[in-house]
């Protein structure tokens, strides 16, 4: 079971995140997800566990539990949507915004039929 454990400490690191969890069984991997640009942690990781009752009793467990002094989010990881945000960003990353976009919009949009 793949679990997503948010609220980290930014000076928390995977290894961390591994012997905590390991007192619930196996894990198959703890990673914390670093910003590529700064190197600083984003505050949230991964835990892989194969065995999904060890995984659920963990989750159970550390949910709302104090890690590196601040209280963590634990709960099993759900797939990401497709269509969902990819990374990249800037201001402006198209789709236009404003008032007037078309389409539309609007109470009256019958085209003008009552």
Do not use: C
Request: zero cysteines.
């Amino acid at each position: 079971m793949n679990i997503f454990v948010a609220k980290l400490h930014f000076d928390t690191q995977s290894e961390d995140l591994q012997e905590v969890f390991e007192q619930f069984g196996e894990v198959d991997s703890a990673k914390v997800i670093f910003d590529r640009e700064t190197g600083r942690s984003r505050g949230f990781g991964f835990v892989e566990m194969p065995d999904d009752e060890a995984a659920n009793a963990a989750i159970a467990a550390l949910n709302g539990s104090e890690l590196d002094g601040r209280e963590i989010v634990v709960k099993e990881a759900r797939p990401r949507e497709e269509g969902g945000r990819r990374g990249g960003g800037g201001y402006n990353r198209g789709g236009g915004g404003g008032y007037n976009r078309g389409g539309g919009g609007g109470y009256n949009r019958g085209g003008g039929r009552w």
